[in-house]
């Protein structure tokens, strides 16, 4: 049964009837609710950010972006889809006072959130909406991702991010959201993005083991996806092709892949793929 829900049920009907059932509770029993940290999102909210513990997992990613992603506390930040501010939360802690964060999103009660709790306490962080149309998040939305000019000017940034972003978006908008990303960095400024990457089979076989998504169905646009009637639900691309994307815009890739568990169940540092790149002098 799980395995038809995933492929057949549009997920924005899973994701609202459960922000609906918390909605409901938390105004039934207002002091269910969690407590303790101001900068813990409500339930109904914590939904869009899929499992796992919402402190915890933006703690883990922040020590990957200073380990991997070379993220220093002077930095300006780019959060690329950033839901209810799972890494913006523990960049508070990090991130100078005068170093300038910026993160956009297209669900706007998970922008609303953000700029109540945490632009509020620390003004160096800004969230902005973007009205793009995602059969998932945002169904409504006006603007096609293809058709998205990140709202801010070439070479703002030193560092970009994405998490469980890229894993979303079908594959052109992907192609045009990497040459954003190339155009807002600085030269020399680094990016760290994670995805469900598809390994060539002849030079990488995995290690032993049932992937927890099944991308059993080829996308026209390119990638492959867990359900045929809702292809952003979860999207896949082969690994040779987004990294030849990045190379294309400017984006030279730093390190090897960092393989993330899904495909094998592994103890890899995260769920997903990520790729760290930096964004050369003249693309
Ligand atoms: C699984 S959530 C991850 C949120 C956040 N990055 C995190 O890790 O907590 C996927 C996010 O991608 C956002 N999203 C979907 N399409 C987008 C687009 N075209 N541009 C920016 N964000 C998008 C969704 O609104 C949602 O917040």
């Not at 609202?16 to 409901?24: D, L």
Request: hydrophobic share 45%; net charge neutral.
């Amino acid at each position: 049964v799980h395995d038809l829900v995933r492929r057949y049920l549009p997920s924005a009907l899973t994701l609202r009837a459960r922000r609906a059932y918390f909605a409901t509770l938390a105004a039934l029993h207002p002091g269910a609710e969690p407590e303790g940290d101001p900068l813990l999102p409500p339930r109904h909210l914590l939904d869009f950010v899929g499992g796992g513990d919402f402190l915890a997992q933006g703690r883990l990613h922040r020590e990957l972006f200073i380990r991997h992603g070379g993220l220093r506390p002077e930095d300006d930040v780019l959060d690329v889809g950033c839901g209810i501010g799972r890494m913006a939360v523990p960049l508070t802690g990090f991130l100078a006072a005068d170093a300038r964060y910026e993160g956009f999103d297209i669900v706007p009660e998970a922008i609303a959130w953000c700029q109540a709790h945490i632009s509020a306490q620390h003004p160096n962080f800004h969230f902005q909406l973007a009205d793009i149309h995602n059969r998932t998040y945002n169904p409504r939305g006006r603007l096609a991702a293809t058709a998205y000019r990140f709202p801010y000017p070439d070479a703002s940034f030193d560092f970009q991010l994405s998490t469980s972003v890229f894993t979303h978006l079908r594959r052109p908008a992907l192609a045009h959201y990497l040459a954003e990303i190339a155009r807002v960095l600085r030269p020399g400024g680094r990016c760290l993005n994670t995805f469900f990457l598809l390994a060539d089979p002849a030079t990488d076989a995995g290690p032993a083991g049932r992937p927890s998504q099944d991308f059993r169905y080829a996308m026209p646009d390119g990638g492959r996806s867990v359900s045929p009637v809702d292809p952003e639900k979860a999207i896949a691309f082969d690994a040779a092709d987004v990294l030849a994307l990045m190379a294309q815009v400017g984006l030279r890739i730093e390190a090897p892949v960092l393989w993330g568990s899904w495909r094998d169940g592994s103890e890899a540092p995260a769920y997903q793929d990520m790729v760290v790149a930096r964004r050369t002098v003249a693309a």
